[in-house]
């Protein structure tokens, strides 16, 4: 079974630019979480969808938003990117959500310059 | 609110060795689940091992266990007949429930496991 992907792998963009990143959850896993890992303020949780709809979300400004297909797969958007955003950005999908037992993508690298 | 204290920023260990990694986290909830996530080179998180707080047996998986202390607050991670590939970043987690019913993965800044041969 293909586990978590995302993309793309790496990307650099401009402050004050958007970005859009997507995660393809496994097969049959109804629940997609994003986080964000910077080495200052370690890994954060910025929201989780399930069948489309946001669940739950952590404590990220409203430039921070996503969404979740019928298929699963999710986007999260980035709108006027801040140096502060540079970051690793990790999702994770699971069968029921709860976070119970999250299996995590590679992530995607983001630089802002 | 919730929060994660993982006091030991980097621990070393001996190939065979046993290592334990401490955990704290602060929390007014009684029915909680905690985790530890190890986070190799590669950057993908995988999941250890888990654990709900209204089990009194502490979980077990192969060479990890854990202490959980509910009283304490404390839940520690034991790597037994530690291996080169256990050499990773360790985060404790904890499952945060919020006022208005919705949830949240609360990390702490983790461990770095060096395992030496």
């Known amino acids: 079974k293909a586990g978590v992907t995302q993309t793309p792998r790496y990307l650099i963009k401009t402050r004050g630019q958007q970005v859009t990143l997507s995660c393809s959850p496994i097969?049959?896993?109804?629940?997609v979480s994003w986080y964000q890992q910077t080495p200052g303020q370690g890994l954060q949780f910025l929201f989780e969808?399930?069948?489309?709809?946001?669940?739950n979300k952590g404590n990220f400004p409203g430039r921070f938003s996503g969404r979740q297909f019928s298929n699963s797969r999710s986007e999260m958007n980035v709108s006027t990117l801040e140096l502060g955003d540079s970051a690793l950005y990790l999702c994770?999908?699971?069968?029921?959500?709860?976070?119970?037992?999250?299996?995590f993508g590679p992530g995607t690298r983001l630089t802002v310059t | 609110a919730q929060t994660v204290t993982q006091s030991q920023p980097e621990m070393s260990v001996q190939e065979a060795e046993t290592v334990t990694l401490s955990c704290t986290y602060d929390t007014s909830e009684s029915d909680y689940y905690l985790f530890w996530y190890k986070q190799p080179p590669s950057r993908q998180m995988i999941l250890v091992i888990r654990q709900e707080a209204y089990k009194q047996q502490n979980a077990t998986e192969n060479r990890f266990s854990v202490n959980f202390q509910k009283a304490a607050k404390s839940f520690s991670l034991k790597i037994s007949d530690s291996q080169l590939g256990d050499a990773a970043m360790y985060f404790c987690?904890?499952?945060?429930?919020?006022?208005?019913?919705?949830?949240?993965?609360?990390f702490g800044k983790g461990t770095k496991l060096t395992v030496n041969p």
């Open positions: 987690a904890y499952r945060s429930t919020t006022q208005g019913g919705s949830e949240k993965l609360v």
């Open positions: 994770a999908s699971s069968r029921s959500g709860n976070f119970y037992e999250q299996y």
């Open positions: 969808y399930f069948s489309e709809t946001q669940r």
């Open positions: 097969s049959g896993h109804r629940s």
